[in-house]
């Protein structure tokens, strides 16, 4: 099953696949291991081994030939965890997910961001993993809740990725770009979704965990949704305009697919 979805997603257009045996009360590292040793042979985009334990990172390692990307580090527990991470990197010539969360928590403004990549970077680079080797992710987080305090969250990111691709040149960005929609209908997810992985790789991101049959080229969405979507983002509230509920009114009742065909008057 895990080697045909991996066949269907490289063929839908991902460049990485991102593989978790994770499942409670089942052999994590035995179960990561068949799943490698199938897929290291019949699937050609690049694995990203995802686990938060390291016995299950370093038997994979150890089963793939290619250059894996580990899945991921940060500094919430603190450095040690991150170094251990680090040390396996450098040893089997992996890549690395680097989150911006330090042990305050997830970083939300545009210098928190900078900051703990600027942090992530020198850590690294202190066992010998380039700046090359690691994809910073400065997170995003959903702009649909209404709240005030998440208006800018949006706005911030892509702050943030172009702060960052600024300071450090070689470095990777990614995101988990779908965050930026939670809470919407999947009409809405889709063209928002599509919206703002356009300004994030143009302020510098160089990847996303995106479901690809899912992304929209720009084109094919109606111009007033793309304009409600970017309102949305750069939070360009005014009197009597909310664009959050602009999206809401834009995309009520409809479904995923209805985001793909312009709408015509």
């Given amino acids: 099953g895990c080697i045909a979805m991996g066949r269907e997603q490289v063929k839908e257009g991902s460049h990485a696949l991102d593989v978790c045996t994770a499942f409670v009360g089942r052999d994590e590292v035995r179960e990561m291991n068949e799943v490698i040793s199938r897929m290291r042979g019949s699937i050609t985009a690049p694995l990203v081994v995802d686990s938060t334990e390291y016995p299950v990172l370093e038997s994979a390692l150890k089963l793939y030939g290619g250059k894996a990307v580990i899945n991921s580090i940060n500094f919430e527990d603190g450095e040690e965890p991150a170094a251990r991470r680090l040390k396996l990197a450098k040893k089997f010539g992996?890549?690395?997910?680097?989150?911006?969360?330090?042990?305050?928590?997830?970083?939300?403004?545009?210098?928190?961001?900078?900051?703990?990549?600027?942090?992530?970077v020198e850590f690294a680079e202190s066992f010998g993993v380039p700046q090359s080797d690691l994809l910073i992710d400065p997170l995003t987080f959903t702009i649909?809740?209404?709240?005030?305090?998440?208006?800018?969250?949006?706005?911030?990111?892509?702050?943030?990725?172009?702060?960052?691709?600024?300071?450090?040149p070689d470095v990777q960005i990614v995101l988990g770009l779908s965050n930026i929609s939670f809470g919407l209908n999947p009409a809405a997810r889709a063209v928002l979704n599509s919206v703002f992985l356009d300004?994030?790789?143009?302020?510098?991101?160089?990847?996303?965990?995106v479901h690809v049959?899912?992304?929209?080229?720009?084109?094919?969405?109606?111009?007033?949704?793309?304009?409600?979507?970017?309102?949305?983002?750069?939070?360009?509230?005014?009197?009597?305009?909310?664009?959050?509920?602009r999206v809401l009114e834009l995309f009520a009742g409809r479904k995923a697919a209805d985001a793909t065909q312009k709408r015509r008057a």
């Fill in 94 to 120: 992996a890549a690395v997910v680097a989150l911006t969360i330090d042990e305050k928590g997830m970083a939300k403004t545009v210098d928190e961001k900078v900051a703990i990549a600027k942090r992530l």
């Fill in 144 to 168: 649909a809740t209404g709240n005030e305090d998440d208006r800018k969250l949006g706005l911030w990111t892509l702050q943030g990725i172009e702060a960052i691709r600024a300071e450090f």
């Fill in 199 to 209: 300004h994030a790789v143009r302020a510098g991101m160089t990847g996303a965990i």
């Fill in 213 to 245: 049959s899912k992304i929209r080229p720009l084109h094919l969405i109606a111009p007033e949704e793309v304009e409600a979507a970017e309102d949305l983002i750069f939070d360009r509230r005014r009197e009597g305009y909310d664009p959050l509920q």
